[in-house]
């Protein structure tokens, strides 16, 4: 079945003739950067038997063939969606670029994810299969994957088409179809599905290559899951493979494994989130590690506090880029020659000169400039829909196609973007977007709980962290917040989801309209948050 392209026909049609869309395909991308740059190394890592792997752009697409005619060896058709399930290691290129081969599309889920997740995704979707790997993070992902789905590929027992199955002819897609299936942060319940075009997508990730100045000696570190729109495209992995550069998939993030592989293998440039920012920072004035061949940390995700902004230079002796997006669309950049105060003090400034960005009141008013508002959106690299969601795409988007990303931001003179905050309830822990409904539901699961809600409290190191709120059905009989936490763990959600904390109280504080909207009561919750000194 082929997906419906999201954007207006008159809207392609103007990208198109504006040169944004030029027609290229991930086939095509993948085709170029074999051409072009064959010999040279597209991905470094360590395969799940920790053996370092280095693969050249002509293995790449050997591997990539040889998974297409594996896929297809076991049903998997053009158009068909499959789950991809799996942690930072070379193999997740070539399954993936395997899939685009194929004409099949990808659904990108996180390693973190948990069976009530990835069961989602596959139903959501109608996902045909689930790629992913035996066990990791003391997860059994493979046992999880087949209690889910028929097919499942299990790729510590081997890339599809290993064991010789025949190359795949299929037929070329086209620039305008669905190319894969991205995950939103989700603002209630579990993640929206995020339809891309080959179109739209190759445009923003070969702008931000250009951007980020990206070249053929790229060395780029994969520190975050390679499933984030930010790893992949922002400029990403792919952004590095349309520029010939290489690719090093870290095992694990933390700052002794990623500062020692930036030495290892000369990376130039590395991703973050500013938790992940920090605990490098932290180390590096430590440890004083001399990492010459670093020059450009990106940190987004989450906004970089100024404090953390003004450290990174000086501890790492790379450049700081900040970034701010969304796997919605619009993305914006310090540029690598900003002054420091913009590089410290904003979130940079939109990708393409056909981004229009809108800063609003409730109203959908236009505030005066340089106030705050909420940010609306859209623009060649920025969706039009939700994949099947047609109630939340009414609010979630304007009448005339600008989405509502939910940020509260507001524009310098200059026209660089700040992020003050967030309208939707959700929190933003470290980067990881959650939903409060979703984890407020699976609290209300509990057999001695009446009612939960969640709100997010400031913290130093992750942004913000998880508070919940629980009134027991019976007093007499005060559930232990460490089993309600257990018992969210146990539900099969992702481990950033569970609580940070966890109070049980007799009743929720009344808001000055009687307890009305869960809105008004977090924000109430969260006020009495603060005036306890704890927030």
């Known amino acids: 079945m082929k997906l419906e392209n999201p954007y207006p026909p008159e809207v392609a049609a103007a990208y198109r003739e504006a040169g944004y869309w030029t027609g290229q395909t991930f086939p095509d991308l993948l085709a170029t950067a074999v051409a072009g740059h064959g010999g040279r190394t597209a991905v470094v890592g360590?395969?799940?038997?920790?053996?370092?792997?280095?693969?050249?752009?002509?293995?790449?697409?050997?591997?990539?063939?040889?998974?297409?005619?594996?896929?297809?060896?076991?049903?998997?058709?053009?158009?068909?969606?499959?789950?991809?399930?799996?942690?930072?290691?070379?193999?997740?290129?070539?399954?993936?670029?395997?899939?685009?081969?194929?004409?099949?599309?990808?659904?990108?889920?996180?390693?973190?994810?948990?069976?009530?997740?990835?069961?989602?995704?596959?139903?959501?979707?109608?996902?045909?299969?689930?790629?992913?790997?035996?066990?990791?993070?003391?997860?059994?992902?493979?046992?999880?994957?087949?209690?889910?789905?028929?097919?499942?590929?299990?790729?510590?027992?081997?890339?599809?088409?290993?064991?010789?199955?025949?190359?795949?002819?299929?037929?070329?897609?086209?620039p305008d179809d669905v190319a894969f299936l991205q995950l939103s942060g989700g603002t209630t319940g579990l993640p929206k599905l995020i339809p891309r075009t080959h179109d739209d997508y190759l445009y923003s990730v070969r702008a931000s290559a250009d951007i980020c100045g990206l070249t053929p000696d790229t060395v780029f570190l994969a520190a975050l899951p390679c499933a984030h729109n930010f790893t992949m495209s922002s400029p990403g992995l792919l952004?590095?493979?349309?520029?010939?550069?290489?690719?090093?998939?870290?095992?694990?993030?933390?700052?002794?494994?990623?500062?020692?592989?930036?030495?290892?293998?000369?990376?130039?440039?590395?991703?973050?989130?500013?938790?992940?920012?920090?605990?490098?920072?932290?180390?590096?004035?430590?440890?004083?590690?001399?990492?010459?061949?670093?020059?450009?940390?990106?940190?987004?995700?989450a906004k970089c506090g100024s404090e953390l902004a003004a450290r990174i230079g000086p501890a790492l002796g790379a450049r700081l880029q900040q970034v701010f997006g969304m796997a919605e669309g619009l993305v914006n950049y310090t540029r690598l020659d900003d002054p420091d105060d913009v590089v410290v003090h904003t979130q940079g400034r939109p990708i393409s000169p056909a981004d229009e960005v809108r800063v609003v009141d409730e109203q959908d008013r236009d505030v005066p400039p340089g106030e705050v508002g909420a940010l609306l959106t859209r623009g060649p690299y920025t969706i039009r829909g939700y994949y099947r969601a047609p109630e939340h795409n009414a609010t979630a988007f304007t009448a005339d196609g600008f989405y509502r990303t939910g940020d509260l931001v507001r524009i310098t003179a200059g026209g660089d973007v700040v992020v003050t905050g967030r309208v939707k309830e959700q929190i933003n822990r470290g980067g990881e977007k959650v939903a409060a409904e979703e984890v407020e539901n699976h609290l209300m699961a509990h057999p001695a709980v009446l009612d939960a809600a969640i709100v997010g409290v400031p913290d130093e190191y992750l942004g913000e962290r998880t508070h919940a709120y629980v009134i027991p059905r019976d007093p007499d009989e005060t559930p232990a917040p460490a089993d309600l936490r257990r018992f969210v763990r146990d539900r099969g959600v992702a481990a950033f989801k569970v609580p940070d904390r966890v109070e049980v109280v007799d009743a929720f504080p009344v808001t000055g309209v009687g307890k009305t909207s869960r809105r008004a009561l977090r924000a109430a919750l969260a006020d009495r948050h603060r005036e306890k000194g704890t927030a």
């Open 239 to 301: 952004g590095v493979m349309h520029a010939g550069g290489t690719v090093v998939t870290a095992p694990s993030p933390d700052p002794d494994t990623c500062l020692g592989l930036i030495a290892a293998e000369g990376v130039t440039m590395a991703a973050v989130v500013p938790p992940l920012a920090a605990a490098w920072v932290a180390a590096a004035e430590k440890q004083e590690p001399d990492l010459p061949s670093l020059q450009v940390l990106q940190v987004g995700g």
């Open 46 to 174: 360590t395969d799940r038997q920790k053996v370092r792997q280095s693969w050249t752009y002509a293995e790449l697409g050997q591997r990539a063939r040889r998974v297409a005619g594996g896929l297809h060896a076991l049903g998997v058709r053009p158009g068909d969606r499959v789950v991809v399930w799996l942690p930072n290691v070379p193999e997740y290129l070539a399954v993936v670029w395997g899939l685009f081969t194929l004409g099949a599309l990808p659904v990108f889920a996180l390693p973190a994810h948990r069976e009530s997740e990835v069961r989602y995704f596959v139903e959501h979707a109608e996902a045909v299969g689930i790629v992913t790997v035996s066990r990791h993070d003391r997860y059994d992902h493979a046992e999880t994957a087949r209690r889910i789905s028929p097919l499942v590929v299990d790729v510590d027992e081997g890339l599809p088409g290993d064991d010789g199955a025949e190359p795949v002819t299929v037929a070329a897609p086209e």
